[in-house]
């Protein structure tokens, strides 16, 4: 019963620094994605995939990578961490078809600080 | 202008009295509404759809207008355990929208 599954919880990265960020789900979602969270801000969304290789971009895409290997994992990749991705990432997770009202399920997200 | 817009509050609002929230969204091709619930340093959690019809889940009452594009979330009788940010959330296609939330604080 582990649902979304987000690690690591915090992490510290000096500017320059590349690091992945893991999400799974157990729930074979098909529809995953990556949103970030900034004081004033709300979510923003990073990138979403609708299945096993499938992904596109969201709202604010640049600096980060994804892929889609399998139903279950959606890492987020930092290419080069910059001062302006300190934020705290969530991950969820949703049937497709979001009419169906379901709503997301979301990881307890990862605090990244870069210094 | 931004998709979703909410008052961020915050409220500070006695136990057991009633509050609302309202929230506007700015595409009218929007499908799907939400309200979610985040408490301090946690993930957002679904409280609960919101249908043109209105519908209640106990002490919370939903409504949307889609003529005004409009969203508002009624707590009635309200409890210590619902401080939380309240966010308002659109959907359309296969993503969602979120309002930057609106912090509620309920009094002893």
């Known amino acids: 019963n582990a649902g979304v599954t987000q690690t690591p919880k915090f992490q510290v990265l000096k500017t320059g620094q590349s690091m992945t960020l893991q999400c799974a789900q157990d729930m074979n979602h098909e529809y995953m994605s990556w949103y970030r969270q900034d004081p004033g801000m709300g979510l923003r969304l990073i990138h979403y995939s609708v299945g096993a290789g499938i992904t596109d971009q969201g709202e604010v895409p640049n600096g980060y990578n994804v892929s889609r290997s399998t139903t279950e994992d959606f890492p987020l990749r930092l290419l080069s961490a910059a001062p302006s991705q300190t934020s705290v990432y969530f991950c969820a997770s949703s049937y497709v078809g979001i009419q169906s009202n379901y709503g997301y399920t979301f990881g307890s997200g990862t605090r990244l600080t870069v210094v | 202008r931004k998709e979703v817009e909410q008052d961020p509050g915050p409220f500070n609002v006695p136990e057991g009295a009633t509050v609302a929230f309202n929230c506007t969204y700015s595409?009218?091709?929007?499908?799907?509404f939400f309200w979610y619930r985040q408490d301090c340093r946690k993930e957002p959690k679904l409280l609960m759809s919101v249908y043109s019809s209105g519908n209640e889940d106990g002490r919370f009452t939903a409504q949307l207008n889609r003529a005004s594009q409009y969203i508002s979330l009624l707590i009635r009788d309200s409890k210590l355990s619902d401080s939380a940010t309240y966010l308002c959330?659109?959907?359309?296609?296969?993503?969602?929208?979120f309002g930057t939330g609106t912090r509620l604080t309920i009094i002893p």
């Open positions: 959330v659109v959907n359309r296609g296969e993503k969602l929208t």
């Open positions: 595409n009218s091709a929007s499908q799907s």
